[in-house]
Each structure stands twice: as C-alpha cells, then as structure tokens.
C-alpha cells in the first residue's frame, strides 16, 4: 500500500510540474516551439535526474599472473591499517556467507592483506 501511494504522489507531482509547464515556460511561445507531450516530458525528466550515474563496481588491480605464481618475493609484511584478508572474503563470497577476518598482515608484492587465521 505504500509503495502505491508513493508512486500516486509521484506521478501527481510530475503531472503538476507539466501543467506548469506549459502555463509559464516563455520557451515554447518564443520562436514557434511546440508543447512538449506528456510522454517526451517524462523522458526528459528521467534523464535529467539520472545524469550521468552508473552503478559500475570498482575493480581492483591485479598482478600479472607470472608475478603472481612464481613463489619469489611474496614476503608478508605489517602495515598500519587493517583491512579486510582477501582470502577470506573470496570463499565468504562463495559460500554466500559474511566471513568477515581484519588483517594487519599483508604480501609486499601481491599487495593483498591476509589473514593467518585459516
């Protein structure tokens, strides 16, 4: 029922907002323009709120594979901060569940944090 009277009011203020439109914007007496419909005005509307938004994940840089699996220079090293151990999060995301391990321990060269609990 919310969800409903939401969008009622919704459509209610876009509808308004076009009446008003057409009553006192000087832009279509000037120059010949033609009243936009209520159709073509909804569209302009939807993509002058979304702009420029995208909803696209951050990805993360990654070593080449050979820097990776050569098993030379992986040394863990303390750091400061802490921040979630990447392995971790890796089988929680698999599992479909919240494993949630803080590491301060982090390899110098893969640049990951890890966790020495597992």
Not at 24 to 48: P, Q, Y
Not at 74 to 80: E, I, K, L, P
């Amino acid at each position: 029922m919310e969800a409903y009277l939401f969008f009622y009011l919704l459509e209610c203020c876009v509808l308004n907002d076009y009446v008003i439109e057409g009553h006192c914007d000087e832009r279509h007496k000037l120059k010949g323009r033609k009243k936009r419909d209520i159709k073509n005005f909804k569209t302009e509307l939807a993509v002058d709120l979304i702009g420029g938004f995208t909803q696209r994940k951050v990805t993360r840089k990654r070593p080449h594979d050979d820097a990776r699996f050569d098993n030379v220079g992986h040394f863990a090293v303390f750091v400061g901060d802490t921040k979630q151990c990447r392995h971790c999060l890796n089988q929680g995301l698999k599992k479909k569940q919240h494993i949630r391990h803080e590491s301060r321990i982090m390899c110098n060269k893969c640049d990951v944090h890890l966790c020495v609990a597992n």
